[in-house]
């Protein structure tokens, strides 16, 4: 059993950042971020493996930079020039049958966060 707690979610312009956080209590797997809009099925956003080898999808490329501290068992996301579309909940997700190979595929992951909301404003 692995726990997932998120935190960072709220609100900003277009253009602005957000920095989101998710504790593991085993964070020795892939972890990845995924997100969901209204109405749309839940998206690969970014993941690290363990030797903190990291995948973005394209629609975030250059804009999103995700990490993690060994020490702390801590996994971020760090979210710069949001945009509208980035609008969804996002939430962090762990694979424990994998620990460099990590795939994007939500279906995976089989433990996940609660979720936060990030929301931006045009």
């Known amino acids: 059993q692995v726990d997932l707690m998120e935190s960072g979610g709220g609100t900003v312009q277009a253009g602005g950042s957000l920095k989101l956080s998710c504790t593991s209590s085993?964070?020795?797997?892939?972890l990845g971020w995924f997100r969901q809009a209204p109405g749309k099925e839940r998206e690969f956003v970014a993941i690290v493996n363990i030797d903190h080898q990291t995948t973005y999808a394209d629609s975030v490329k250059g804009r999103f930079t995700i990490s993690k501290d060994d020490a702390k068992d801590t996994m971020y996301l760090q979210m710069n020039n949001l945009k509208p579309e980035d609008t969804a909940v996002y939430y962090c997700?762990?694979?424990?049958?994998?620990?460099?190979?990590?795939?994007?595929?939500?279906?995976?992951?089989?433990?996940w966060g609660q979720g936060t909301q990030v929301t931006v404003s045009s």
């Open positions: 997700a762990e694979w424990t049958q994998a620990w460099r190979q990590c795939l994007t595929t939500p279906g995976l992951y089989n433990y």
């Open positions: 085993d964070a020795r797997y892939c």
